[in-house]
């Protein structure tokens, strides 16, 4: 079963459920040397030829973030540790940098995350994309079968929900959820791919729904 959420609310519901219950403020601020910290991760993320023409540093806080100049997809990291950013070949007449795509991994949570700008040359449906992304989970994953169990899938007032697929299958860490959702705006395309434990699917469509939200620049990370 699907259900909807408010951008606001599921962010707040997400912070509940990944912070301790020890006090009722939020984290204090990041001092200089964590927003210096940060920066300097976020340069380094960019730095290769392939990436740094499309992607600009805008960390403000102790959160290492880009953004694509392009699409304005916004990119938010915890760290190196599997974190990339990635423009991918250009095809059918795009443009180099119409294609990205930025990657990370919550270990707390064991979730991975990839969050993608793209521009077709060509109008290509929603429609098109989730099915696409939903053949291409089928392909790679042996044994995958549909997701049966509750999702909640984020949405911001005036914007329609986003497109969704997901389906599980078994790991040697065990059931897996592994989901994508599709969402397009201004001519652009943003997909977010996920993949976490499948005993863990409300808080892993959660994370995937709030990447999306803040990749398309709708909510604010902080509220």
Request: a negative charge.
């Amino acid at each position: 079963m699907l259900r909807r959420l408010s951008g606001l609310f599921a962010c707040g519901l997400l912070l509940a459920l990944s912070t301790p219950v020890v006090a009722q403020e939020g984290p204090p601020p990041a001092t200089a040397e964590e927003i210096a910290e940060a920066r300097q991760i976020a340069d380094m993320l960019i730095k290769g030829d392939d990436v740094s023409p499309y992607f600009t540093n805008i960390t403000d806080d102790g959160v290492p973030t880009v953004r694509h100049t392009r699409s304005g997809l916004v990119c938010m990291f915890g760290g190196l540790d599997g974190s990339r950013v990635v423009s991918f070949p250009a095809q059918g007449g795009a443009e180099p940098g119409d294609d990205v795509g930025c990657l990370s991994r919550d270990e707390t949570l064991g979730l991975d995350l990839t969050v993608y700008a793209t521009r077709y040359v060509d109008e290509v449906p929603a429609e098109d994309v989730i099915a696409s992304a939903a053949y291409a989970i089928e392909q790679r994953f042996e044994g995958v079968k549909p997701f049966e169990g509750d999702l909640s899938i984020v949405s911001v007032e005036g914007m329609d929900p986003p497109l969704a697929a997901a389906y599980v299958y078994e790991s040697t860490a065990g059931p897996m959820l592994t989901m994508a959702l599709v969402s397009h705006r201004d001519g652009w395309s943003y997909k977010v791919r996920a993949t976490g434990p499948a005993e863990q699917a409300t808080v892993v469509s959660l994370m995937a729904g709030i990447t999306l939200l803040i990749g398309m620049d709708v909510v604010d990370a902080d509220e």
